[in-house]
DNA sequence: ACAAAAGTGTTGAACGTACACCCATGC
DNA sequence: GCATGGGTGTACGTTCAACACTTTTGT
């Protein structure tokens, strides 16, 4: 034991929530455990923190390690610290949540072996820990965020219809959203850029693509003007 | 050196940011170092965490030992993890802020002889570690909070006027707000009681006091209202 | 009577919401 | 030609923002 201290002093880990959208739902990236406590019941992915990272850098390296996944949008939600939250000793956990496009990245199975599947954020299995918990809250921190920041074009592809943007919207934040009004509403804030493109291999009517012109949302926020939905 | 693991862990401590209100002023609670490093320095009250508490207890604990404040509004801020900003070793912070009425306490320098004291929030000294970086989130939190949140009365007296009500989200939001308009929202929202009652020993025409009714907002936030400013 | 702050309504502009049909394309 | 989703405008109600004078009370 070569790490010794004048006070007990808890584990401290990171634990990612990391969420994807495919064409219907919400997912949730888990995995499953291999050891106990909790073996065979899925988990957030997440790790202990080491002694040369920030918390942000640990959870993209347990994020790598863990599940292939790299560049991704991560935010920090919420550090969790009841006492018997481990059943094993003392552990203090700093919950991320993250957003990936799905497409983009190929989910491996970590290195060792584990077993990684995406789970309808609406539909998830038994988790281990209080990892429910810290899901809720992930949603919870999703769900408001998404309203006044632009942070839903990292769950989408570059390029995307006005139809699929509602839809993110919509199964995000659970409710239907008017198509007239959504497109008004979301055109008027000219932050994207139309591609003058058009959606390939459909059986109707291609839809036109656009792509979020983030330059151009920086460029708006500094001159104190506020996304809203 | 009693307690040893096989893996370095980073020594975890909670900071918080107290935010009180005066006249004039948004006021922060700092407390002066009386230890290298930064010896001298004004700091956020803080201090490790124990075995046997939530960081939650943590932050309450420590605010009674530094400040002698109990029973505040707190809650989690961020979790700061940068390598170097506790020169001594790596030192892992989870922030708080917390929310209380000057009135009420009278903050006491805690028992082991540092000095406590209140700083107006755009004029704060040099402070030691990050911890300007601290109060400038909880600050930002503080402004972001309040529009959708009725957690400003925390800074109040039980009973107050519309004017110090309107004063407070002027000096919290850094700008002015119309004093007919502030009167027509906040009363529409149906969620201050009126106590028939009016100030005493003013000179000049005494206001109506008034008291925030949380039975009443939570009622009406269970049937799908929300607040905001 | 004067100083100081309390209290009170209206109007125009902006924004949000509800709503239905024609268009383009692939099969 | 039909099925599928793409794309478009208007009218109404609600909310926000701007604005100035009278009332009450203590000195």
């Given amino acids: 034991m070569p790490f010794a201290y004048d006070y007990a002093r808890p584990a401290l880990t990171v634990d990612c929530v990391v969420f ?17 406590p909790f073996a065979g019941r899925w988990a957030l992915p997440g790790g202990f923190i ?20 790299a560049k ?12 018997g939250r481990d059943p094993r000793e003392r552990v203090v956990t700093v919950a991320y949540y993250a957003l990936v496009r799905l497409g983009d990245h190929h989910v491996q199975a970590a290195t060792d072996a584990r077993n990684a599947a995406w789970f309808s954020a609406d539909d998830l299995p038994r ?10 809250m992930a949603l919870q921190r999703l769900q408001g965020k998404l309203r006044y920041q632009p942070i839903g074009f990292e769950l989408l592809p570059p390029k995307f219809s006005l139809t699929r943007l509602q839809q993110m919207y919509e199964i995000i934040l659970e409710r239907p959203l008017d198509k007239r009004n959504f497109r008004k ?42 996304f809203e939905l």
Same sequence: chains 1, 2.
Wanted: no cysteine; glycine share 2%.
């Fill in 185 to 226: 509403k979301v055109l008027s804030l000219d932050i994207l850029e139309d591609l003058e493109e058009v959606e390939q291999d459909v059986a109707h009517r291609a839809a036109r693509l656009y792509r979020f012109d983030e330059r151009k949302y920086r460029q708006k926020i500094n001159d104190g003007f506020n």
């Fill in 20 to 36: 994807g959208l495919d064409e219907a739902d919400l997912k949730v990236l888990l995995i499953q455990r291999d050891l106990e």
């Fill in 72 to 83: 991704v949008f991560l935010e920090q939600l919420y550090t969790v610290s009841d006492i």
């Fill in 50 to 69: 080491h002694m040369d990272e920030t918390l942000d850098q640990a959870a993209r390296r347990e994020l790598q390690e863990e599940t292939g996944l």
């Fill in 127 to 136: 988790l281990a820990f209080d990892h429910d918990v810290i899901v809720s």
